[in-house]
């Protein structure tokens, strides 16, 4: 420390703080901006004190009972003064909580310090720098303060480099004036619009009036300085939460559920969440942050906390304050702490009780709400073991026997006597699905079947396995014994595969289409369609593999299986050529049709074209001319 003989003392920065306020200055904050944010949170921290050491000393706040956060840009001057009436600081106090980077425990601090920005920065955390955000814009930082409940003030000054000064400030008001020398090319930061913006954007909540000093005029008020979700519920209105709805998820929907609740267990937060009606229109970008924002004391902190909520939430919009939560000193990333994790608990079953409370008591609402989101929620079937109860009993589905979502407890309560699975098909379209002929003995015999159209379907199934017991199970793949369960009344008799005709044709068939197929046999699954492909009981599913190559995840195109119907008239025909030896050829160009045909209705395409064109038109003539 030296002095100049007229009150200033100077501080030099040890050689190791040096490299930390470059690290703080060029790496640690990603934008800019975030200075002010710092400021104006430090300076509602001071009046937060102010206000809880006056209920012991009303004297302190006496002489200025209102307190407030003043921003005065110098245009001329090119100055940028953050100004509050806290509890301001003293001489020594300026010294410690603004050479805080320099105190005791910083060069074991640096030993940690590892020459990776990225790394080192996480690290910074336990050092109290926000102030030092201000080095980003300021060439030159004073500091002017006075301590409640004193006379003397001081300043602090600094370039942010080698050293910082204290010396007698002129007598002022109680609280602190911080002044930011701008740097060359930062005076959008004394633009009355740009002020405004940051504001609006990062501290419009904080619980104090932010004032703008731009004019002669009087000063304009920037924020709202009301947090709604500190708030009692019975205080605010359908139109107040339809408004902050609008203003935290940037959508012109309605919510469709409003959550507001305050948690005073081991960790305490107030949260404010909605459910919006309409799907945003980026629900599935895979680089869509989160819409849930974290505010600690009121103040923003960050958008993109991907802890806070789990992904398949995503659509859930709102706020979440909690005062006491570990933060780096950035306060854009969140150190790993078990604080969080509790939080997510929280937040996650709290949607979740409320998404099953709804469910019962507005089925016509809930249904409209899973149109719009289920998709999303399925993908805690699949990532959520934890949840996946819950997560089954929100969800619904379309279904060959109703018009109306189906939810699992309900397929079951009406499953048919001996029927042992639940049944289901995955594609696309409900409408083609309802319509395949996969589904054929299964409308026979009454049996309902869950019309599967997400893409997610084809990988939580699989995952999840089962529902109280009952096994999912594709109609599209392997054998289905179906004998168990009795056939509708008006059902037509099921045609017998073991008819030596038809197992002849089954031959002729093999040979003819040879390793174009996995195999042929007669179905149990067609009583109206001639035809159909399946998949082997340990191969994908038509549709998950057709999805995959178009994602370019698998090159290839298993070999499936030809099911053929014997209680279709062409498939009677064909088996009565076979047996009288009569026009083989035709039977096994029929088989190429057939095969063809069957790669159609899949959504398929022929694997060749002209091929199937030639046949198709040879057949016809056949039967034209016959």
Not at 124 to 144: N, P
Not at 224 to 253: C, N, T
Request: charged share 25%; proline share 4%; glycine share 6%.
């Amino acid at each position: 420390m030296t002095a100049d003989g007229k009150g200033q003392e100077t501080h030099a920065f040890r050689t190791e703080v040096a490299r930390l306020l470059d690290l703080v200055v060029n790496a640690l904050y990603s934008k800019k901006e975030i200075f002010l944010r710092e400021l104006i949170s430090n300076a509602s921290d001071a009046c937060d004190r102010l206000r809880y050491a006056a209920l012991t000393e009303p004297a302190l706040i006496a002489e200025d009972a209102e307190l407030a956060i003043r921003l005065r840009p110098d245009k001329a001057a090119r100055t940028l003064t953050v100004i509050d009436n806290g509890i301001g600081m003293s001489r020594e106090e300026l010294i410690e909580h603004l050479g805080t980077i320099a105190g005791s425990g910083t060069a074991a601090f640096m030993a940690q310090l590892s020459g990776d920005k990225a790394k080192d920065v996480s690290l910074i955390g336990q050092f109290g720098v926000g102030f030092y955000a201000a080095f980003m814009v300021a060439r030159e930082v004073a500091v002017t303060s006075r301590r409640a409940g004193t006379d003397a003030t001081w300043t602090w000054r600094s370039d942010g480099k080698g050293a910082f000064a204290i010396e007698p400030g002129v007598a002022g008001p109680r609280g602190t004036a911080i002044t930011l020398h701008l740097k060359d090319g930062e005076d959008e930061h004394l633009e009355p619009q740009r002020l405004e913006h940051i504001v609006r954007t990062y501290s419009d909540h904080i619980g104090l009036p932010i004032l703008l000093e731009a004019s002669a005029g009087a000063p304009e008020r920037l924020n709202s300085a009301g947090a709604l979700w500190a708030r009692d519920k019975a205080s605010i209105d359908a139109a107040q939460y339809r408004e902050f709805y609008h203003h935290v998820a940037h959508a012109a929907d309605e919510p469709w559920l409003t959550l507001h609740n305050r948690n005073e267990g081991t960790v305490e937060y107030t949260n404010l969440l909605f459910v919006p009606t309409r799907r945003p229109f980026d629900l599935f970008v895979p680089e869509r942050h989160h819409r849930v924002k974290l505010y600690v004391k009121r103040v923003f902190i960050t958008d993109d906390c991907q802890d806070l909520m789990p992904a398949w939430l995503r659509f859930v919009a709102g706020v979440v304050d909690c005062a006491d939560l570990p933060l780096n000193v950035s306060r854009e990333m969140l150190q790993a702490n078990p604080v969080v994790a509790k939080i997510r608990q929280g937040l996650t079953k709290r949607v979740l009780d409320e998404l099953a409370r709804k469910a019962k008591d507005d089925a016509d609402g809930y249904a409209a709400f899973w149109e719009a989101f289920g998709a999303v929620l399925k993908e805690g079937l699949y990532e959520d073991h934890a949840r996946r109860d819950a997560l089954l009993g929100l969800a619904r589905f379309r279904s060959t026997d109703s018009d109306k979502p189906v939810a699992l407890e309900d397929y079951v309560a009406r499953m048919k006597p001996g029927q042992d699975a639940i049944f289901t098909i995955a594609g696309e379209d409900p409408r083609a699905l309802a319509a395949s002929p996969h589904l054929e003995a299964f409308s026979a015999k009454g049996v309902e079947v869950l019309l599967l159209t997400d893409p997610i379907d084809e990988f939580w199934v699989p995952a999840v396995g089962a529902f109280k017991d009952k096994r999912f199970v594709s109609v599209t793949r392997g054998e289905i014994d179906l004998d168990a369960i009795a056939p509708q009344p008006d059902a037509a008799p099921k045609a017998d595969a073991a008819d030596p005709k038809v197992k002849s044709l089954i031959a002729v068939f093999k040979l003819a289409l040879g390793d174009k197929v996995k195999d042929v046999r007669a179905s149990a699954r067609l009583t109206e369609s001639p035809v159909c492909l399946v998949a082997d009981a340990n191969d994908l599913d038509l549709h998950v593999e057709r999805m995959l190559r178009q994602h370019q995840r698998v090159d290839t195109t298993s070999k499936r299986i030809l099911e053929v119907n014997p209680g279709h008239v062409l498939i009677g025909a064909l088996a009565q050529r076979v047996h009288r030896g009569d026009a083989v050829d035709a039977v096994e160009e029929m088989a190429h049709i057939l095969l063809d045909q069957a790669l159609i209705l899949e959504g398929e395409t022929p694997a060749d074209g002209a091929a199937f064109a030639r046949r198709l038109s040879r057949a016809l003539t056949r039967g034209l001319t016959a």
